[in-house]
């Protein structure tokens, strides 16, 4: 069992670009949700899919938008990215919509130059 | 973040002691109440965690302690060892209304002396 990956590794943009992050979660997992970590923090909530839709969303702006796939795969996109955008971006996906027990991808480190 | 007070936000043990963290929230729907681990370069993992309907858990050399009425818990990490060196977050959620959704505290930077 892989468990979740996430891709790319790390990653560097300038200001005022877009970014794309992939993620598969688990096998057998159907729910993923997007984290962001920045420097000394814990994790923030971003959004959370299932069935393909938007179930729930942190405080983030528009500019964060996400997409699930028909196997579960996901992306997070970012728009227009700004310096504090600079962050660990990690996955999570739990065996349902309602399942607490989380599994997170190792992140995908972004720096915004 | 701000529902979730974790402290303190570093702790330096002796190998052999016992190390505590401690986490406050205010959201009272919360009912599900974990503590994760996160090594360097790592995503979190979950370490161990507790519903509110029981006071303490133990798992090996950890346990949770939880305290409905002072909405506070605790994570006890007894015989501390080198290899639990890492930052430790609680992430309680409200399995009802958000769905699963982890609220985590700023996280405990935990170094163990050999």
């Known amino acids: 069992d892989a468990g979740v990956t996430q891709s790319p590794t790390h990653l560097i943009k300038t200001r005022g670009q877009q970014v794309t992050l992939r993620c598969s979660p688990k096998s057998g997992h159907d729910t993923v949700s997007w984290y962001q970590q920045a420097l000394g923090q814990g994790p923030q909530f971003i959004f959370q899919?299932?069935?393909?839709?938007?179930?729930q969303r942190g405080n983030f702006p528009d500019r964060f938008s996400g997409h699930q796939f028909p196997n579960y795969s996901s992306e997070l996109n970012v728009n227009a990215l700004l310096l504090g955008d600079s962050a660990l971006y990690l996955c999570?996906?739990?065996?349902?919509?309602?399942?607490?027990?989380?599994?997170f991808g190792q992140g995908t480190r972004l720096t915004v130059v | 973040q701000q529902q979730v007070k974790q402290s303190p936000q570093s702790l330096i043990v002796q190998k052999g002691g016992i190390s505590i963290i401690n986490c406050a929230y205010e959201n009272t729907a919360f009912d599900y109440f974990p503590w994760y681990q996160q090594f360097p370069g790592k995503g979190p993992a979950l370490l161990i965690a507790i519903r509110p309907d029981v006071s303490e858990k133990k798992e090996g050399r950890f346990t949770i302690s939880f305290n409905k009425s002072a909405k506070q818990f605790s994570l006890h990490i007894m015989d501390s060892q080198p290899g639990d060196s890492a930052t430790y977050f609680c992430a309680p959620a409200d399995r009802g209304s958000t769905l699963g959704r982890l609220y985590f505290g700023r996280g405990t930077q935990l170094t163990v002396w050999p």
């Open positions: 899919y299932y069935e393909e839709e938007e179930r």
């Open positions: 999570a996906s739990s065996a349902s919509l309602r399942s607490t027990e989380a599994f």
